[in-house]
């Protein structure tokens, strides 16, 4: 029925502090920067991933009206809106020390767990974002994940 999720949103309290913070410290890139009249359309993607964004939403019109943006804009500032953004790295450890470099907030350190070994941070405005490294059976069929633990525990 579908083929790919192509958009996601987080919500943002000033879309250019969040351009410059999923662009020049995460290392996203811009995919779309529109002036819509009722609104800025600001997305970002893993460079080369255009059309799989994620939309740099502020809080307000036209989705919301001015009662319920502040309650949202209240809910971000304490990190309250859950997990936003997860993204995939080849070396966890390399983009834990760059970001940390950058002064990023974390709110995990790299920690190994049963999928993989991923660090938790926070970006300017207290959105939740996971980094995580895949163990090598995730993204397999689950047959292949018995098979791979099943020989491990063999051993």
Do not use: H
């Amino acid at each position: 029925m579908y083929s790919t999720i192509n958009m996601s949103q987080i919500f943002v309290l000033d879309q250019d502090k969040a351009r410059d913070f999923y662009v020049d410290v995460l290392g996203l890139e811009v995919s779309n920067d529109l002036d819509l009249g009722f609104m800025r359309w600001l997305t970002v993607c893993v460079p080369g991933t255009k059309g799989r964004d994620v939309l740099l939403e502020k809080p307000g019109p036209p989705g919301m009206d001015a009662k319920s943006a502040d309650m949202v804009r209240e809910l971000v500032t304490k990190g309250a809106t859950g997990f936003t953004l997860g993204l995939t790295t080849d070396n966890i450890q390399k983009t834990y020390e760059t970001l940390k470099a950058r002064g990023v907030e974390f709110t995990q350190e790299p920690t190994t767990q049963s999928y993989g070994t991923d660090i938790g941070i926070r970006d300017p405005f207290g959105n939740n974002i996971r980094i995580v490294q895949l163990a090598e059976t995730m993204g397999k069929p689950p047959a292949s994940r018995s098979s791979a633990a099943n020989a491990k525990s063999r051993r």
